[in-house]
């Protein structure tokens, strides 16, 4: 669950907190006010692109951080990578400059975007604007009933299935080649397999012995850097926390004579906080500095024999784990190439191999397709479609893909007097607006994930319609943590805990939470008509959620 989330000079937010807590938490402002870069955000701190265009005009570089909980599983994964932080907890942060680089850190240590996307996947489920308009895409429809039927593992197991079989499709094709010209090529292949196999170099032992290597040559200066650092920030007379911690005392018991100073006292805490939450990670940081000079020798050499191997390769020393599996299965094509029997033989596993796990993707994919369309149908009833049917249908290929046996649609019928057509053709756009929420609804309940968010996937519903979306939400939130950006007062009024975003007259993008006041303030807002009548109405709102 996504406990706290801090955002700073992205985009049009200078700076944003926000403390979430359980439950079904709405985002609400004006057109054009920014409510959907907060999404954005989320999506950038796990693992989404970035460019510098992100960086806020004026700014330096734009920061993100989440503080999450964490399952049994994900501190299992973090375990594994050597990324564990405090029990229970995992900070994720992020930060984009000006010149377009990212650099991404899990619990203060410095990790891969795609480590950072991975962790993400763990952790928060993603829900855009525009998931009805993908909904439309085949391969959108497909990759949904994987999803919810669990055959993501067999999906990738039959596309590298599929592409293993045509790769020896065109080895038999190539074994009419000229034999002098194969068996020359073979050899080469093999002295260079040999030659690597001695090497032996592991998926991503380059970048991990380069890194190890620098933390070690410059041992003595980053242990030497790491303790100057924290006796000025913590363990010398006058520290900077210390200072810190006074200046903010001070401030704050004069904050009550004037009001200007409460937001100066609130940057000052959050440094307060990060200056103490760095204290912390940097005498973690100086406890694992390590000071080996044989452990400094072993990798120099380590490093030395895979850049000499890489320069016999004509390959960056990172690129040689895949240059040693594609010089290994050339070898082994070439060797069958020889030998016609043997090709054939190979080609006829590799078929069966296919057909057996694309057959075991078809059964789960069957199952999955009647799960998916009752579920479906019954939550488009309850968004004011009750005589409508969803159906997933499965039609047989005429020739096997790498995605399988079927061609997979989605299908639709508004009435049950009328036949099942293609989403794409019978749907307008409110009707396809409440089927894509239908099938989010019933996806988001299948899913793990702790963490859901919906980036107005309410858009052209309304009327009736909203307050069962509203209360649609409200019970998913009962089950996981649901953050959802909408335009909708009913949607709104069924959160637990509302936040109003505001674009100011600078153009600064401004985040606040709001009380039951300013609930029904924001609300009748969002409802428009007379003053008066409006407020009634949205007390009447939040009363009836």
Not at 46 to 59: K, L, Y
Not at 63 to 88: C, I, N, Q, Y
Not at 250 to 259: I, P
Not at 400 to 411: D, K, N, T, V
Request: hydrophobic share 45%; glycine share 6%.
């Amino acid at each position: 669950m996504l406990r706290a989330l801090e955002v700073r000079d992205y985009v049009l937010i200078d700076r944003a907190s926000l403390e979430l807590g359980e439950g079904f938490s709405v985002l609400t402002g004006e057109t054009g006010a920014g409510k959907s870069i907060l999404v954005d955000a989320i999506e950038l701190l796990v693992g989404g692109r970035g460019d510098a265009a992100m960086v806020r005009e004026g700014a330096e570089r734009a920061e993100l951080s989440g503080e999450f909980d964490v399952s049994k599983a994900m501190a299992a994964w973090l375990e594994e990578r050597d990324l564990t932080g405090d029990p229970g907890q995992l900070v994720l942060r992020r930060s984009i400059d000006r010149g377009g680089r990212s650099r991404c850190f899990i619990n203060g240590h410095a990790a891969t975007l795609a480590q950072l996307k991975e962790a993400g996947e763990w952790l928060v489920d993603l829900h855009g604007q525009h998931a009805h308009q993908s909904l439309l895409r085949t391969t959108a429809q497909r990759e949904l009933l994987d999803a919810h039927a669990g055959a993501e593992e067999l999906a990738k197991d039959t596309a590298q299935a599929f592409r293993d079989w045509k790769r020896l499709e065109e080895v038999a094709a190539e074994a009419s080649a000229k034999f002098a010209q194969r068996e020359a090529e073979r050899a080469d292949v093999a002295d260079r397999v040999a030659d690597l196999k001695k090497i032996a170099p592991g998926e991503g032992e380059w970048e991990k012995i380069a890194a190890e290597h620098k933390r070690l040559q410059h041992g003595s200066s980053l242990l030497a850097g790491a303790q100057s650092s924290l006796e000025a920030l913590a363990e010398a007379e006058g520290t900077a926390t210390s200072q810190l911690a006074a200046v903010v005392s001070q401030l704050r018991s004069l904050s009550a004579h004037d009001a200007e100073l409460v937001g100066i006292v609130e940057m000052l805490e959050s440094a307060e906080a990060q200056a103490n939450e760095a204290v912390r990670e940097l005498r973690h940081y100086a406890s694992k500095v390590d000071l080996d000079p044989e452990a400094l020798r072993e990798a120099e050499a380590r490093i030395d024999a895979l850049h000499s191997a890489a320069r016999r390769h004509r390959v960056r020393p990172e690129e040689l784990p895949a240059r040693f599996a594609e010089l290994e299965k050339r070898l082994r094509e070439l060797e069958l190439a020889a030998n016609p029997e043997a090709i054939q033989r190979e080609l006829a596993q590799a078929r069966s191999r296919y057909d057996a796990v694309a057959k075991k993707l078809s059964a789960k994919r069957k199952t999955g397709a009647e799960a998916l369309s009752k579920s479906v149908t019954a939550t488009m009833a309850q968004l004011a479609m009750q005589a409508a049917r969803f159906s997933v249908s499965l039609s047989k290929l005429e020739e096997p893909a790498g995605s399988g046996m079927e061609q997979i649609e989605f299908e639709v019928a508004s009435h049950p007097s009328l036949p099942l057509r293609p989403l794409a053709k019978v749907a307008s756009g409110g009707e396809l607006s409440r089927i894509s929420l239908a099938i989010q609804l019933v996806a988001a309940k299948a899913s793990p994930v702790a963490t859901l968010v919906f980036d107005e996937v309410d858009a052209g519903i309304g009327g009736a319609v909203a307050e069962t979306i509203g209360k649609s939400l409200k019970r998913l939130g009962k089950q996981r943590q649901v953050l959802c950006v909408t335009h909708l007062p009913q949607v709104a009024a069924s959160g637990d805990a509302q936040w109003a975003v505001a674009k100011s007259a600078n153009l600064k993008v401004k985040i606040q939470r709001l009380d039951r006041a300013a609930r029904i303030d924001e609300l009748a807002r969002m409802l428009g008509g007379a003053e008066a009548t409006a407020r009634k109405h949205a007390a009447e709102l939040l009363d009836a959620a």
